[in-house]
């Protein structure tokens, strides 16, 4: 069965320093891969998503960045965090058909001090 | 750009009551529909999709949705909720054909005892 695992669950970073997070997705190939933030009471906004190796599109400008370096490998980045990058981040996947769900992991909690 | 809208932001119920969730989306063609439920301290699981056929769909623990697509909405309906529903609820529209879901801003669902 596919599983998906993401970490760390929780990180505590200060301002200007930089970020990895990574997400890993197993029991499956090719899948689509997407990273959300969660917002208390303003859902989930897509940062990024990827349909393949190598290919990332971003939804929304900001301070953070994705690569997808192997096929079941997708990690968020920054050079700098800012105070408000704070938030939950949510990774995904989806099988590469477009008519499936979502499968998420269970999400890391980054607080920028 | 398709968009979401979860018109209850915060339900409290007592158990035994009924519920229903409204959701209503912005998009005029075919449609893939969810709603996923994030249960405190856990990751979010897929409740129920809907793709075609019966527009009546049946999901785990009791819920159900129904797909009326003059009214552009996929509300979340149970007729009794219990003190474990306790939870938060997001609706979320695929455009046919498209990989990326739209997630509503989320509801958050308190039953009390």
Redesign the interface.
């Known amino acids: 069965s596919q599983t998906i695992h993401q970490w760390p669950a929780t990180l505590v970073q200060p301002v200007g320093s930089p970020l990895s997070l990574e997400c890993t997705v197993e029991g499956t190939s090719n899948p689509n891969l997407y990273w959300y933030r969660q917002a208390a009471g303003r859902g989930l906004q897509l940062l990024f998503y990827s349909v393949g190796i190598g290919q990332i599109s971003s939804e929304v400008p900001q301070n953070l960045s994705a690569s997808r370096p192997q096929d079941r490998q997708f990690i968020l980045s920054s050079k700098k965090l800012l105070l408000s990058d704070s938030g939950f981040y949510l990774c995904a996947w989806s099988v590469s058909t477009s008519g499936t769900e979502a499968f998420f992991g269970q999400g890391t909690r980054l607080t920028v001090v | 750009a398709q968009s979401?809208s979860?018109h209850n932001?915060h339900v409290i119920l007592s158990e035994a009551a009924s519920l229903e969730l409204g959701c209503n989306y912005s998009y005029g063609g075919t449609v893939?529909l969810?709603w996923?439920v994030q249960y405190p301290g856990q990751?979010?699981?897929?409740l129920l999709?809907y793709?075609s056929g019966d527009p009546l769909v049946k999901g785990i623990k009791g819920f159900e949705a129904e797909f009326i697509k003059s009214k552009f909405s996929f509300n979340l309906r149970k007729p009794s909720v219990q003190w474990s529903d306790t939870a938060e609820y997001?609706c979320?529209v695929?455009p046919?054909?498209?990989?990326?879901?739209?997630?509503?801003?989320?509801t958050s669902l308190i039953v009390h005892p």
């Open positions: 979401v979860q932001h893939n969810f996923y990751h979010l699981q897929l999709k793709f997001f979320a695929k046919g054909g498209s990989y990326i879901p739209t997630f509503g801003r989320g």
